[in-house]
Structure formats: C-alpha cells, structure tokens
C-alpha cells in the first residue's frame, strides 16, 4: 500500500491559465475522489468517481472545472481560466467498496497570482 | 442533507492533560462518523471511524471518541495528549444512502503546550 498519491505538490499559475492536476489511487481501490479546502475550512467534496464512471458532481464544480478517470486507475481534474477564487487545496481520497474509509493524498496547493 | 458542527475551532491545552474535542452531527437519515487529522501541508489521515458495532470505537496512539445517537455527537478524546498531538483535527460523516460524499466540519486546531 503505497497510499494516495498527487501531482504536483505546489502550482503557482497567473489567473486566466489553465491547470491540470494529477492522482494516483490506492492500487485496489475502485472509487475516486476529489474534494477541496480553502484557509481555515475542512475539505469539500467536488466530484466522485466508481472505476471510469464519474458517478456524482458538486454544484461547486463549475463549467471550468473537469474531471477524469479514463482507465479507472488515475485521476486527472483540469481547471480552466482560473480565478483567484480557485486558490485552495486540491485533495484526492480513495477507497474500496461498502463503507470503507476514504483515504487522502497530501493534496496539490494551487495559488493564483 | 447533512451537517457538521465542530464547536471549537481553537483548543489550547498543557502536555499530559485530557482533551475532548466537540462534534455533532445533523442528519434526516442513518450516518457513518469519522474523525481524520491534518498536519502542516499534508492531507489528512484516518483517525476513527464508526460504521456499526460498538459506539466506543479506539485509536493506536490514545485517541477515542463515542457515538451518541440521541445527542447527535462524536466526540473525540484523550486522556493524555503529547506534544506530537497538535495538528487539525476534523469531524466527518458520511451517509448510508449511497451517496459517497463526505461532509466535513470545519475543524478544531489542537495546541498541546509543554
């Protein structure tokens, strides 16, 4: 169990850029998601996905936002024209079946200049 | 639709003193509670979950925290804390309705002081 994995640690872009983040899974487990945490606050959910089907979406992910999970193995999520107001933490968590716990990558800090 | 209320957001306590860090939880239909914990720049780790069984659930390293279903509550526990403690601790539930979104607290920062 080499845990949950995320790509990169830190992005700094300008507002107006495009920005693609990247999550390994834990190697077994079939479900994917993405959540996000600004300043102060616990994590939000985003999106959720069950091997390649993206199975549920926040109303926080906009039209900018996408996620994918092609092979059902990674994950990628692409903000588009980014906003000051997309600065956060971008965490990925995955899990097995039932009601197992998720598990969380150390996440990617995204910070808008 | 569910909720979670985490009524401190700062707890300072001295090493070695008990601690007890306050959730609870609103929701219309049946809910499985976690409690994770944040360090610095990391994400954030399991530290108890509760799925069915009994409502005292146990962590290696000390921590407790019991299901109270008629107050709504998961509080967390310790009877000791040590320096290493300090770090972001979040309370989290999870509905048994298929949806598989967490809903999170919005976190009690634990300072243990020498």
């Known amino acids: 169990d080499t845990g949950v994995s995320q790509d990169p640690r830190h992005k700094i872009t300008k507002r107006g850029q495009n920005v693609t983040f990247r999550c390994d899974p834990i190697?077994?487990?079939?479900?994917l998601y993405w959540y996000r945490q600004t300043l102060g606050q616990g994590p939000e959910f985003l999106t959720y996905?069950?091997?390649?089907?993206?199975?549920?979406k926040s109303r926080l992910l906009s039209d900018r936002f996408s996620a994918e999970r092609p092979k059902g193995s990674f994950s990628t999520l692409e903000i588009q024209r980014t906003e000051q107001g997309d600065s956060a933490m971008y965490l990925c968590?995955?899990?097995?079946?039932?009601?197992?716990?998720?598990?969380f990558g150390d996440g990617t800090r995204l910070s808008i200049l | 639709a569910q909720s979670v209320t985490q009524l401190d957001s700062q707890v300072p306590v001295f090493e070695e003193a008990p601690v007890e860090l306050r959730c609870n939880y609103s929701?219309?239909?049946?809910?499985?509670l976690f409690w994770y914990v944040q360090y610095p720049n990391q994400g954030l780790q399991l530290l108890l979950k509760?799925?069915?069984?009994?409502?005292l659930v146990k962590s290696i390293n000390g921590f407790e925290a019991e299901f109270n279903k008629s107050q709504t509550s998961f509080h967390l526990r310790k009877p000791s804390v040590h320096i290493s403690d300090t770090a972001e601790y979040f309370c989290?539930?999870?509905?048994?309705?298929?949806?598989?979104?967490?809903?999170f607290g919005s976190g009690t920062r634990l300072q243990v002081q020498p």
């Open positions: 968590a995955s899990s097995s079946q039932g009601n197992q716990p998720q598990h």
């Open positions: 190697s077994e487990h079939n479900r």
């Open positions: 929701s219309s239909v049946s809910v499985y």
């Open positions: 996905f069950q091997n390649e089907a993206q199975l549920e």
């Open positions: 989290a539930v999870i509905s048994d309705t298929g949806r598989r979104a967490l809903t």
């Open positions: 509760y799925l069915s069984g009994s409502t």
